[in-house]
């Protein structure tokens, strides 16, 4: 169906920061499968790992014990406040999954009059029909009414207006650490500090959705370290098995308790081929010093997009942390996106005037300083 607006682009194969369409074109790729691509493409022990685990076991149920899920859930709560995890296949799920046990755990503990969830305008949450609901954007809501109930946005980095939507039936409260969808938008600082206070007060758990910056996209292994603040419940996806469809959600043992047999699941959630793979990225990210790397080659492109922006007029700001980067235009980017294919560099707009550079954590000093010149001439042209 024609869900998405492709690009005449035929990507056949990648490696590292670079990918090569069926005509054997090469492209330098700064959109990394949308921040998914964290390790680059194919990177050899994600491969590894697929190619050991697919000739061993690729599925079987979740009604058995699966030891890729339980080595990856250790991994990723030893690393985080996270006692305990939750796997499915994608983002939107892993949402879906914090919603019910957001819901599930304040009915238990607080009654059934205590559902709602505050989310923030210009979020960004998934496609289904919960996280469209708790999404705050309605280019992403219009045409699928009636959308589901239980759900309030507020602006984001507004304290007074989120201390003001809490009620009586608040049950949590979930954000993006840093909006991606939304036009790479930084939270305020303090802010934080103040969501996790009300939280705190009247009693509500606090969402962080890591999809699209968790595993080391901004530094750190999770964004959320960087405003120490942790959250109740963590979203992970995207960039958490190095390309294989993945999601999870992670809590605290308080309110993991609150899922039993029964009350939720997914067929394929943390099957042993993608936990292998999940397995290999975690190390890898971990193990071979990516996080420094991000936060310093992040540094270096940060300072290239801003040397590069005071020359247009039509530049507004580069912000961002790590590798999470947004350039805000004053006009629309989809023309240098386009632009950029023709000259082999995958570019990415969002919120129609943000250029995102969301490369592999592993990209160079010499990718970075190609794309800038063609990004250079390409902004030259549009200025002209
Ligand atoms: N949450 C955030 C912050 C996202 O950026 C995205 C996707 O862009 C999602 C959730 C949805 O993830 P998925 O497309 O894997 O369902």
């Known amino acids: 169906m024609k869900t998405y607006g492709r690009y005449p682009v035929v990507p056949v194969k990648g490696e590292g920061c670079r990918l090569w369409d069926a005509d054997g074109k090469e492209y330098l790729d700064f959109l990394g499968g949308v921040a998914v691509n964290n390790l680059g493409h194919c990177h050899p022990k994600v491969v590894a790992a697929l ?30 406040f996270a006692d305990k995890a939750f796997f499915c296949n994608s983002g939107a799920e892993a949402n879906e999954a914090a919603i019910k046990l957001a819901r599930k755990y304040s009915r238990d503990t607080f009654g059934p009059e205590r559902y709602e969830i505050i989310t923030a305008a210009d979020s960004f949450h998934g496609r289904t029909m919960a996280t469209v609901s708790a999404t705050g954007q309605e280019k992403v809501q219009r045409f699928f009414d009636p959308l ?18 809490v009620t009586p039936t608040t049950c949590a409260i ?45 530094g750190k292994l999770f964004a959320y370290e960087h405003f120490d603040v942790a959250p109740d419940i963590m979203t992970l996806a995207k960039a958490l098995a ?28 943390g099957n042993p081929l993608v936990c292998a793979a999940a397995i290999a990225t975690v190390r890898t990210i971990l193990e071979d010093g990516l996080l420094n790397r991000c936060e310093e080659i992040g540094e270096y492109l940060t ?30 980017g989809a023309e240098i996106v386009k632009k950029g294919h023709d ?25 970075i300083d190609a794309m800038i010149a063609i990004l250079d001439g390409i902004l030259a042209e549009v200025k002209a």
């Open 174 to 218: 979930m954000l993006e650490p840093i909006q991606g969808e939304g036009g790479v938008n930084m939270p305020s600082p303090g802010y934080f500090q103040a969501v996790r206070e009300i939280c705190d007060r009247h009693g509500l758990l606090l969402i962080f959705d890591e999809v699209q910056v968790g595993m080391g996209r901004t």
């Open 343 to 367: 000259r082999g560099v995958l570019l990415n707009v969002t919120h129609d005037t943000v250029l995102r550079f969301v490369p592999a954590l592993i990209v160079t000093r010499q990718e």
């Open 242 to 269: 190095g390309g294989a469809p993945i999601g999870t959600m992670l809590a605290k043992d308080k309110y993991a308790v609150a899922f039993v047999p029964g009350t939720h699941g997914s067929t394929f959630g």
């Open 51 to 80: 190619q050991k685990q697919a000739a061993e076991l690729i599925h079987c149920s979740n009604y058995y014990h699966i030891p890729q899920q339980i080595e990856l859930a250790e991994l990723l709560c030893n690393h985080s």
């Open 148 to 165: 589901l109930h239980g759900f309030k946005h507020v602006p984001f980095n507004d304290v007074a207006a989120l201390e003001a939507a």
């Open 303 to 332: 300072g290239e997009l801003e040397t590069l922006g005071k020359k247009y007029p039509f530049v507004k700001e580069v912000r961002g942390v790590g590798l999470m980067i947004g350039m805000s235009l004053s006009i629309t």
